[in-house]
């Protein structure tokens, strides 16, 4: 059965997830396709965190699709002043036909779910960023490496981004390394749930605490920051994560044509260098355009029905 909300990619079987990146391609070449799927539909965006991308690229994907957008700042609504969310939950679902949220607690996109027969979708969490990583894999099949054969790192904090990528690579059966401090590796509870999906799909992670040894031969490296949004800025995790920094010398040790993938925005100069940025690994940019177009699929998907 089909979930009505995207929460997490656990919400996503391997063969959706594989459609829905072959669908943002389909999109992507042929700008026009399904532009009156929303016709008529009013998608709210309800954010409690800063945003570029999540936003623009949904406002401007719910717009090419013929719907309209409601952007609500959390802060103005009645539920920063004490309404609780199944309340505002059960409200807002009689006006909207959808809800993008952005916020801190991954159990609050649970509550608006539970609470609302409308589509929720996760625009980023502590937990999980699961529109990015739904992404990313698009970005990942269009450069032709998205097989069991790849060899990918993501290197860095362990946070939500991270997260959303075990839970994708161990849906499609593609093993990851993680290059990270021991302090800020991934969670149990994340290895576990990584686990669970890999005993269908056969994937496999490996955290190494050695950054040279997590990129060795990687035919894509992905960071992201160190301090994510509601991190304490601690000088303790910067001075730990400073070695693991995207640089000219540690691409040295990976494959010669890898790809750098960054979910942005980047904190240049400090977990990657403007070189490596805007340098000839980078897909930053193509990375940074694909959430249209991924966004589109999502939404095709959801509202096709
Ligand atoms: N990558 C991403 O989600 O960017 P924003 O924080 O700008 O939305
Ligand atoms: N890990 C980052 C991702 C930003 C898109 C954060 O949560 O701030």
């Known amino acids: 059965m089909q979930n009505k909300d995207l929460l997490s990619l656990k919400d996503l079987s391997s063969e959706t997830i594989d459609y829905l990146v072959k669908l943002a391609s389909r999109i992507k070449h042929g700008k026009f396709l399904y532009k009156d799927l929303l016709e ?12 570029t991308r999540t936003r623009l690229s949904f406002e401007a994907g719910i717009n090419q699709l013929g719907g309209n957008v409601i952007y609500l700042d959390a802060q ?3 539920l920063s002043r004490g309404e609780t ?7 807002l679902s009689r006006y909207l036909d959808g809800l993008v949220i952005r916020t801190y607690e991954q159990s609050m996109v649970e509550r608006f779910a539970e609470n609302s027969d409308i589509p929720i979708i996760n625009g980023l969490t502590d937990d999980y960023h699961p529109c990015q990583v739904l992404s ?6 269009e450069i032709g490496l ?8 993501y290197i860095g904090d362990s946070n939500n981004v991270s997260n959303s990528l075990l839970i994708g690579f ?4 593609v093993d990851i390394t993680l290059g990270c401090p021991e302090k800020y590796s991934p969670a149990e509870w994340i290895l576990d749930i990584f686990k669970r999906q890999a005993k269908k799909t056969g994937a496999k992670f490996n955290v190494l605490n050695d950054p040279i040894k997590a990129v060795k031969d990687a035919d894509i490296i992905y960071t ?14 910067i001075s730990k994560l400073r070695e693991f920094q995207v640089n000219k010398k540690l691409l040295t040790y990976a494959s010669d044509n890898v790809k750098v993938m960054h979910c942005l925005p980047a904190h240049r ?6 070189e490596v940025m805007d340098g000839k690994h980078s897909i930053v940019w193509q990375q940074a355009e694909n959430r249209l177009h991924a966004q589109k699929a999502l939404l095709v998907y959801l509202y096709s029905r």
């Open 40 to 51: 008529g539909k009013s998608l709210g965006l309800l954010f409690s965190k800063h945003s």
């Open 224 to 237: 992201d920051v160190w301090i994510s949004m509601g991190d304490t800025n601690s000088e303790e995790k």
């Open 76 to 78: 103005n609504l009645q």
């Open 136 to 141: 990313d894999l698009f970005t990942i099949f």
């Open 146 to 153: 998205l097989n069991k054969d790849l060899k990918f790192t």
């Open 170 to 173: 161990s849906k499609l059966g």
């Open 85 to 91: 969310v199944e309340d505002t939950a059960r409200v």
């Open 269 to 274: 100069e400090q977990e990657i260098t403007s």
